[in-house]
């Protein structure tokens, strides 16, 4: 069986649907680089899926047959980052701003388990501890149709803060 299809951000069938569709873990790493072959309990499925985009948690996939699958993330390594307020949100936003993903955690963020990422962050004075948890990033903007009311004109600046500032609350003071 190949999988061959994969539902675009905006569809979302419906909840008896998905409550049926079988789930596929992925790590973070691998819902980019997707692999040649998906595990579905005890069997392994074909991606026949080509060039996509990355997955995210919660995409639905549909194979040959119209089966339906649910894109899960597994307990993988991942680092908490905490520290300094102020440095945490500039961390956050020159992060975002180039394309690393992050998570919100009880105290402060969350990165993939790369260890680049970890010793950069502990260069600049933040706290990074190694967990094993599910990685799920905060969602990405949704395709830009000028929700913002900035009708288009400034797409990219939109798609930045909506990530690093809409989406991830970190506490605030008072200056932001």
């Known amino acids: 069986m190949r999988i061959t299809k994969l539902l675009s ?3 979302e069938p419906a909840k008896p649907i998905l409550d049926r569709a079988k789930p596929i873990a992925l790590a973070f790493l691998e ?3 997707l692999p040649e072959t998906f ?7 074909e ?3 080509g060039e996509v ?18 894109i899960e993330a597994p307990v993988e390594t991942i680092f908490k980052v905490t520290g300094d307020l102020d440095l945490m949100q500039e961390a956050v936003y020159a992060l975002t701003a180039r394309g690393v993903r992050v998570a919100q955690t009880e105290d402060g963020f969350a990165v993939a388990g790369i260890e680049q990422y970890k ?7 933040l706290t990074v501890t190694a967990a094993q948890e599910p990685f799920t990033p905060v969602p990405l903007p949704r395709p830009h149709h ?9 797409r990219r600046l939109c798609v930045v803060l909506s990530v690093s500032y809409t989406h991830l609350t970190l506490p605030t003071t008072s200056r932001v």
């Open 9 to 11: 951000l905006d569809s």
């Open 31 to 33: 819902r980019i680089k």
């Open 39 to 45: 595990v579905v309990g005890d069997q392994t499925i």
């Open 47 to 49: 991606n026949a899926l």
């Open 53 to 70: 985009r990355p997955l995210e948690v919660g995409d639905v996939l549909i194979d040959e047959n119209g089966g339906f699958y649910k």
């Open 119 to 125: 010793a950069m962050l502990e260069s600049v004075g």
């Open 146 to 154: 000028g929700g913002c009311g900035c009708n288009g004109a400034v």
